[in-house]
C-alpha cells in the first residue's frame, strides 16, 4: 500500500472513531464463510430483544444450537433477499421474529425507540481478510451490528 493510500484509510477512519459513532472492530471476529461478524451480531440481538433470544435458545434446545442455526439462517436471508431488506425487516428462526437493526425514529418522544436506535452497534474494521486464503481484503469495512454494510475498496496482495 503506498504512503498517501495508508494516510487517506487513517483520516477515514480516526473520522469515523471520533465523530461518526463507530468502534474499532477486530477482524478475527469476521467469519468469512457466513460474511458477518458473530460477536457482534448476537450480542446486538442478546442485548436489544432478550426475551426472543431466550425463546429460540429454547425451540433450538440449547445456546450453541440456537446461535449456529440462526446465524446460517441469516445468511441464507442476507443472500436471498440482500442486506437493506434483511436490516429493515429483521429475520424469523422458528417463528421467532429479531430484528437487525433499529432506525432513528422521527422524534425523540419515545425513549425506548430511542434506545433502541442507540443500541445499534456500528464497527469499523481497517483491514478486513475476506477470503478463506488472507489475499483479498476489504480497506475499510463498515458493519451495523455484525452485518457487513460498506467499504471504500478492495485489495489483492
Known amino acids: 500500500m503506498r504512503a498517501n493510500e495508508r494516510k487517506f484509510e487513517g483520516a477515514i477512519e480516526a473520522w ?3 465523530h461518526g459513532g463507530y468502534t474499532k472492530g477486530d477482524p478475527r471476529t469476521f467469519d468469512r464463510a457466513l460474511g458477518l461478524d458473530p460477536v457482534q451480531l448476537l450480542a446486538f440481538v442478546e442485548a436489544t430483544q432478550p426475551d426472543e433470544w431466550r425463546e429460540l435458545t429454547a425451540r433450538h434446545g440449547s445456546e450453541g444450537t440456537a446461535r449456529a442455526n440462526f446465524l446460517k439462517r441469516l445468511a441464507a436471508q442476507l443472500d436471498d433477499h440482500g442486506t437493506v431488506d434483511v436490516l429493515r425487516h429483521g429475520v424469523s428462526d422458528l417463528g421467532i421474529e429479531l430484528r437487525l437493526a433499529y432506525f432513528k425514529p422521527v422524534h425523540g418522544l419515545t425513549p425506548e425507540l430511542v434506545a433502541r436506535y442507540e443500541a445499534n452497534r456500528l464497527v469499523l474494521v481497517r483491514q478486513l481478510a475476506y477470503a478463506t486464503d488472507d ?11 455484525g452485518i457487513p454494510v460498506a467499504t471504500a475498496s478492495s485489495r489483492t496482495h
Open 16 to 18: 469515523l472513531l471520533e
Open 135 to 145: 489475499t483479498k481484503t476489504l480497506r475499510p469495512a463498515l458493519f451495523l451490528n
